[in-house]
């Protein structure tokens, strides 16, 4: 538990500074101060202003709030949805298990930036419409990933005695499939959180996701991709706010994978 202290501890600020971003920030951050645009970095705005006078720091940290906030909000939907239908899959079995699962074989079957990128300019864009677009090709990895688990604690004897013993098929969900297959499920999902931030920031890079003038961390890049060589802050600082994020919650889920692996093998 050592060893993940630190990561843990890690990903708790940036969490924090996601949740508190508003009362954090030195700035307004949609303030505009034209006659101090594209200043450099200096003593009063640390990490310069952007093309319309905005404090890229506030920017950054107000952006925090709307990436990673939407980002583990959408991994617990996919993680939570995908686990319970694969989980009712393995479970019943059934025509069920089979419509579901040819279901997500097709969405398998697209690479999955493509097929969000489709959908989500199908939808309209927006940073809802972005987060709906990966939510349907996300489902199916952890729909798959628990119904294997279920379909191997079904033949464990204690699932065998948990239906003698005359426990309705919620009481078994609940009571001895859930809390077995949490585990594996929880690493997925703490090494997906890095994908999920990268997607998400990757379809506002492209004008799929976060419409201006929301702070995101992709669409403040793609803002700034044209001033790279002019005013390269504006397009390095959330692009380094999004590797440090990704960086740590896949050093996280890694540990995390390490520390429940006894229990998961």
């Avoid at 990561?7 to 006659?35: C, H, N, R, S």
């Avoid at 200043?39 to 319309?52: H, K, Q, S």
Wanted: proline share 5%.
């Amino acid at each position: 538990m050592k060893s993940l202290a630190p990561y843990l501890f890690a990903a708790g600020i940036l969490i924090f500074i996601a949740v508190f971003a508003d009362f954090l920030t030195p700035f307004d951050p949609y303030v505009q101060d034209l006659e101090g645009a594209l200043a450099p970095p200096n003593e009063i705005n640390i990490l310069g202003t952007d093309r319309y006078g905005r404090d890229v720091l506030s920017r950054v940290i107000v952006g925090s709030q709307t990436t990673l906030c939407a980002s583990l909000l959408l991994l617990a939907v996919i993680s939570i949805v995908g686990s319970f239908i694969g989980a009712i899959c393995g479970y019943k079995g059934g025509r069920l298990d089979t419509f579901l699962m040819r279901m997500s074989d097709i969405f398998l079957a697209f690479p999955q930036m493509v097929f969000a990128i489709a959908a989500a300019g199908a939808l309209g864009g927006g940073l809802l419409n972005a987060a709906a677009a990966l939510a349907i090709i996300g489902w199916p990895k952890y729909a798959r990933i628990a119904r294997g688990l279920v379909l191997s604690i079904k033949s464990m004897p204690y699932f065998d005695a948990a239906k003698m013993s005359g426990s309705n098929s919620m009481q078994i969900l609940f009571n001895h499939v859930f809390p077995n297959i949490l585990g594996t499920i929880l690493v997925t999902a703490a090494l997906d959180i890095g994908t999920i931030i990268m997607e998400l920031a990757g379809l506002s890079f492209l004008g799929l996701g976060a419409m201006p003038p929301t702070a995101e961390w992709g669409a403040m890049m793609n803002n700034g991709r044209s001033m790279l060589q002019t005013a390269p802050w504006i397009i390095l600082a959330p692009g380094f706010a999004i590797f440090i994020t990704v960086a740590t919650f896949n050093l996280l889920g890694d540990k995390l994978r390490d520390y429940l692996g006894g229990n998961l093998s």
